[in-house]
């Protein structure tokens, strides 16, 4: 019987430093270990920070999804001034938001998913590819190195179309509390709406059936990289003056039944997570810590539970909670249902733009802080987002953040159980030693993992028990 331990380091395309260590016997992955290795420590970064400025600090948390964390900061300064936001606003900050959505999805899968299928040029920067399980004929083959170069493009016009209306992208300045900084004026939605069909035509044309022609190709993969079923989304694209709706709506599957989540039922665990919880009998509080050398641990990323069970995050998540999509929860339906996405999302933006009306700034805020405790969701690109933060004086005593890379690549709890990337890992074949990395790169990417957004830490301030405030 043979067993042997494999180190995938760093596993590369895509934002952050992830390894992976498996276990392989008789050609199955019996054991897996994500383990992010950066350490960064945003919620240290914010203690002391006046709350305004959560909205440009977070952006930092990630160079590709960064207007997520703003908008999500936005929404959580709208809750504490109580502004209210115009409906003019709000079709304008979303379809900002819907721009990086596009440019996010459209440089994952051409830029860090296709060469996992696609044989690229023997020159830099893909010299040295391992793809050990090539199917495409040559002439399809060479369609999609062509389209693997129009989609920088047309990620790059996502990024222009955003920053038209945010100043610049990535970590845009105008998505703010109290609504948009940047006027929508006849001629910058004049060029958003030329630069949205050129983006259009590329998905239209492009990445769609490029979508259909690999998974044809490797159907495979509808059987592999499969999860526990539960999806978590918390809903995306925000409207009503209190930011109270969305369009696409939150909701936790499990037992095969949705539910409307509550935050109050998230809890986090350290267990294998260089983290180390300190009960203190005089405040009768846990003190979380940095533990670097911490024996039992492998990773920064906190292990995140909702309900007491591990979740999967992001556009599958989305994509079925909506009922947009009836596949399964496999390596393959996450990368259909991202592309599935792609296309929606700018089908929207097309009506918001017929309803956006040219004029000045719409943006109103409010002075007076109303509320010191808040906790405010949405959906990033890769998933389900939170912020929370306490307040006094204006000033942060605590903010925490719980990024969807977190929900994905959670490492096992204190009862041994996997979250939701390594238990697509476990159970996986390994027809022949030469495809190891192979499969393991198209599983892993198929999340695609943000370990820039996933290391942050739990608590460092007056020794308080963590808690999500609402």
């Given at each position: 019987?043979s067993?042997?331990r494999?180190?995938?380091?760093?596993v590369?395309?895509?934002?952050?430093?992830?390894?992976?260590?498996?276990?392989?016997?008789n050609n199955k992955?019996?054991e897996?270990?994500?383990?992010?290795?950066?350490f960064?420590?945003y919620?240290?970064?914010?203690?002391?920070r006046?709350?305004?400025?959560?909205v440009y600090?977070?952006?930092?948390?990630?160079?590709?999804?960064?207007?997520?964390?703003g908008?999500?900061?936005?929404?959580l300064?709208?809750?504490v001034?109580d502004?209210?936001i115009?409906?003019n606003?709000?079709?304008?900050?979303?379809?900002?938001?819907?721009?990086d959505?596009?440019?996010?999805?459209?440089?994952?899968?051409?830029l860090?998913s296709?060469?996992?299928?696609?044989?690229?040029?023997?020159?830099?920067?893909?010299?040295?590819?391992?793809?050990?399980?090539?199917?495409?004929?040559?002439?399809?083959?060479?369609?999609?190195?062509?389209?693997?170069?129009?989609?920088?493009?047309?990620?790059?016009?996502s990024?222009?179309?955003?920053?038209?209306?945010?100043?610049?992208?990535p970590?845009?300045?105008?998505?703010?509390?109290?609504?948009?900084?940047?006027?929508p004026?006849?001629d910058?939605?004049t060029r958003a709406?030329?630069?949205?069909?050129?983006i259009?035509?590329?998905i239209?044309?492009?990445?769609?059936?490029?979508?259909?022609?690999?998974a044809?190709?490797y159907?495979?993969y509808?059987?592999?990289?499969?999860?526990?079923g539960?999806?978590?989304?918390?809903?995306?694209?925000?409207?009503?003056?209190?930011?109270e709706?969305?369009?696409?709506?939150?909701g936790?599957?499990?037992d095969n039944?949705?539910?409307?989540p509550?935050?109050?039922?998230?809890s986090?665990d350290?267990?294998?997570?260089?983290?180390?919880s300190?009960?203190?009998?005089?405040?009768?509080k846990?003190?979380m810590?940095?533990a670097?050398?911490?024996?039992?641990?492998y990773?920064?990323i906190?292990?995140?539970?909702?309900?007491?069970?591990?979740?999967?995050?992001?556009?599958?998540?989305?994509?079925?909670i909506?009922?947009?999509?009836r596949?399964?929860?496999s390596?393959?339906?996450?990368?259909?249902?991202r592309?599935?996405e792609?296309?929606?999302?700018?089908?929207?933006?097309?009506?918001?733009?017929?309803?956006?009306?040219p004029?000045?700034?719409?943006?109103?805020?409010?002075?007076?802080?109303?509320?010191?405790?808040?906790?405010?969701?949405?959906?990033?690109?890769?998933?389900?987002?939170l912020?929370?933060?306490?307040i006094?004086a204006?000033?942060?005593?605590?903010?925490?953040?719980?990024?969807?890379?977190?929900?994905?690549?959670?490492?096992?709890?204190k009862?041994?159980e996997?979250?939701?990337a390594?238990s697509?890992?476990?159970?996986?074949e390994i027809?022949?030693?030469?495809?190891?990395?192979?499969?393991l790169?198209?599983?892993v990417?198929?999340?695609?993992?943000c370990?820039?957004?996933?290391t942050?830490?739990?608590?460092?301030?007056?020794?308080?028990?963590?808690?999500?405030?609402?």
């Amino acid at each position: 019987m043979s067993k042997k331990r494999v180190m995938f380091s760093p596993v590369t395309r895509l934002s952050g430093l992830l390894s992976v260590e498996i276990e392989v016997e008789n050609n199955k992955i019996r054991e897996a270990n994500a383990s992010s290795t950066m350490f960064r420590g945003y919620e240290w970064i914010m203690r002391g920070r006046e709350i305004t400025d959560a909205v440009y600090l977070t952006q930092r948390v990630c160079g590709i999804c960064s207007l997520a964390h703003g908008a999500v900061a936005s929404y959580l300064l709208d809750e504490v001034f109580d502004n209210d936001i115009s409906e003019n606003a709000q079709f304008l900050r979303n379809i900002m938001y819907g721009a990086d959505f596009l440019q996010n999805h459209i440089r994952h899968f051409y830029l860090f998913s296709l060469p996992d299928f696609v044989r690229m040029p023997d020159k830099p920067p893909f010299q040295g590819q391992n793809l050990a399980d090539a199917r495409l004929s040559a002439q399809d083959n060479q369609r999609l190195v062509d389209h693997y170069f129009e989609g920088i493009k047309a990620s790059q016009k996502s990024h222009e179309l955003l920053a038209l209306f945010g100043g610049k992208a990535p970590h845009q300045h105008s998505f703010l509390y109290g609504g948009v900084t940047v006027a929508p004026t006849v001629d910058k939605i004049t060029r958003a709406i030329a630069l949205l069909q050129e983006i259009r035509e590329f998905i239209q044309s492009c990445m769609l059936p490029d979508t259909e022609l690999v998974a044809k190709h490797y159907n495979d993969y509808y059987r592999i990289g499969v999860t526990s079923g539960r999806l978590l989304s918390f809903g995306l694209f925000r409207f009503g003056n209190k930011n109270e709706k969305a369009l696409w709506r939150s909701g936790a599957i499990y037992d095969n039944e949705l539910y409307w989540p509550n935050v109050h039922l998230i809890s986090e665990d350290v267990t294998s997570s260089w983290f180390e919880s300190d009960y203190n009998a005089e405040t009768n509080k846990e003190e979380m810590k940095p533990a670097p050398k911490k024996s039992d641990a492998y990773t920064w990323i906190k292990s995140v539970k909702y309900a007491g069970w591990h979740f999967e995050v992001g556009p599958l998540a989305r994509m079925i909670i909506n009922g947009f999509y009836r596949g399964g929860t496999s390596t393959m339906d996450r990368i259909y249902a991202r592309t599935m996405e792609t296309y929606l999302i700018s089908e929207l933006m097309q009506e918001w733009f017929k309803k956006l009306e040219p004029g000045p700034p719409p943006l109103k805020q409010k002075k007076e802080i109303v509320k010191k405790r808040v906790t405010a969701v949405t959906d990033a690109m890769r998933g389900a987002l939170l912020h929370s933060a306490c307040i006094e004086a204006g000033e942060i005593v605590q903010y925490n953040i719980i990024t969807p890379t977190v929900w994905n690549f959670s490492p096992k709890d204190k009862y041994g159980e996997y979250g939701p990337a390594e238990s697509a890992l476990v159970g996986t074949e390994i027809p022949e030693q030469g495809m190891l990395f192979t499969i393991l790169g198209r599983i892993v990417r198929s999340f695609d993992p943000c370990l820039a957004c996933a290391t942050h830490v739990l608590d460092c301030c007056k020794k308080e028990k963590q808690e999500l405030y609402i």
